[in-house]
């Protein structure tokens, strides 16, 4: 069976390797010319490094990859510790480990693992303009005139898919309500005890920062509330004295960490939601990860999400005797998880408006979505 991924992100290479694994034949096609190094971080729990090992990715990126002896909350004027969370033996609890990456390492060895089982497999500048059903096969034409066909399309063409958008006619994002910025700090530039993992926050506005790759980089992710709607997008330049004005209340060591960003840039975006979508494929073409259920960032499981999703789609099709009987069993199969975890990512947002204190930080310690086993857990409950 030959299978059309559309999307080279994290979800799009994920499927193509999981596939690739199980004897199917596929080809990803990416509509970027480039993929280039855009500069962020990255978490993942057990429930997605488990994934990744399975792929033969997870030992290599553990080389580069930063697990903190502990996270604190903090008082985002003050910097007072309001909870210490330490991190467990995730690997001992769970069989794999927690990760925080560099966000291009972990694209960059999926690339690299699917040229090495798959030559040829990975196709840059081929964007996908019109997808018609054609009984057993599904045909693809792209924006530079060429047709090609396949026997099932997985749509992993992110937040903003255009295939959602043609094919399932969804109802249009909704503005969440809150503004985030990105950028990474070079940690040769802070001091010693800023090398380290803290969320700040308090008052309708926090700043998460980790280590990642060996602990060179440091990670941060500042979000603000806002009423206004703001352009929705990941790789938006943003003015520096703009960013650091809006989080000046904040305490010396938080401000010091954004105040030196890699060549001096950060990125921000607005962050939308968007209505549950409750079909995610139609006839041969199926939606995956972002395309299918687009997460707000609070919970740190929409990466995770995604390659779940590769595995349990893998599985589906070789359990099943046609895409269709395979589509209905990953919905089935996924459904429910993911719109726990996106409801609640929703609800985790609310948590930093308020005062900070304990009490708003109940419920946030790892729990049971951990232990989620794509690999190898049932089908379809």
Known sequence: MKIAIVGGGIGGLATALAMTQAGFTVMVYERSAQLVDQGAGITLAPNATRVLYHLGLGPGLEE????PPMTEYRHYRTGAVIMRMMTKDFRALYGAPYMRLHRWDLQHAMITRLAEVAPGAFRLGSGVERLESRGDHVQLRFADGRVEIADAVVAADGIRSSIRETLFNPAPPVFAGFVAWRGLVDTA?????LHESAVAFGHGRHINRYLVRSGELLNFIAVAHRDKWEAEGWTIPAPLDEF???FASFDEGTRTVISRPVLGQVFKWGLFGRPWLEQWSSGRVVLLGDAAHPMLPFLGQGAANALED??????CLTSESTPERAFALYQKTRGPRVRSATEQAVRRGDRYLGEPNEDSLKGDEPGAQYAYDAVSGPLGG
Do not use: F, G
């Open 64 to 67: 580069t990859s930063v697990t």
């Open 189 to 193: 530039d802070l001091p010693r005890h």
């Open 244 to 246: 650091l004005e809006e």
């Open 310 to 315: 590769a595995m349990i789609l893998t599985r």
